[in-house]
């Protein structure tokens, strides 16, 4: 007898099949403006999968999620109006309605991303500190930390590079003079790095399968776009 699909199985092939169906629609067929126009719908129901795929969603969960919303957004303001964050920018209407001239959208892809990077980077160190204690190995808790933040936001950093490319190209947003500043990437490393060391803190699982998987599809699609649009 078959065994029914598991939750993550599912998941998992929602997500494969809204990225490679996009994928697909935006480089195959007459409809790439009609996909484009859903990214919205995309991204949202990603963050549905997230939540429903968490494990022990307790109060420290939603304050992380509330946390990186906010920031991402505060901080997304700042750069779009004075361009002291990230540099000269602009959002487009792709992504939805705006407050002060930020997709909310935007503050949900802030927290995707990070909250991806750091369940991965978890997973990650936890199976080296692993390996040191079979060695008879002890890694002081300072350097564990630093460790992760570090790794989690240069992972986060690298994905925004990976996205960056592509999101112009689909007119997500737009750069002053239609280049990218050096000063973009710093900043996505030093604000993710300070929402990963609350991550890190706050109390919660840190176990979300779907969170890896999520953040390959998502990676692996924006590859797709960034080589073939």
């Not at 002060?100 to 978890?122: E, Q």
């Not at 390996?131 to 936001?153: C, E, H, N, R, T």
Request: charged share 10%; proline share 3%.
């Amino acid at each position: 007898m078959k065994l029914p699909l598991t939750k993550l199985q599912i998941a998992v092939f929602i997500a494969i099949l809204f990225h490679v169906s996009g994928a697909i629609g935006m480089l195959f067929t007459d409809y790439k403006d009609w996909f484009i126009q859903n990214t919205a719908l995309n991204l949202m129901i990603m963050l549905v999968l997230l939540f429903w795929m968490q494990p022990q969603k307790n109060l420290s969960f939603y304050l992380f999620f509330s946390i990186a919303f906010l920031v991402g957004m505060a901080t997304e303001m700042i750069g779009v109006n004075t361009g002291k964050l990230f540099g000269h920018y602009k959002y487009g209407t792709v992504m939805g309605p705006k407050l002060n001239g930020v997709p909310f959208l935007i503050g949900v892809n802030w927290f995707v991303v990070v909250f991806c990077s750091g369940v991965i980077v978890t997973k990650f160190n936890s199976w080296v500190e692993e390996k040191y204690l079979l060695a008879g190995v002890v890694i002081k808790p300072w350097i564990q930390q630093v460790s992760f933040v570090v790794d989690a936001a240069l992972l986060t950093t690298f994905f925004d590079f990976i996205l960056e490319p592509v999101a112009i190209h689909l007119q997500f947003w737009q750069w002053q003079n239609n280049s990218i500043p050096l000063y973009n990437y710093l900043c996505w490393f030093v604000i993710s790095a300070l929402l990963l060391l609350v991550f890190r803190q706050l109390q919660f699982s840190k176990h979300n399968h779907f969170a890896v998987h999520l953040f390959i599809i998502q990676f692996l699609f924006f590859v797709a776009l960034q080589i073939f649009l």
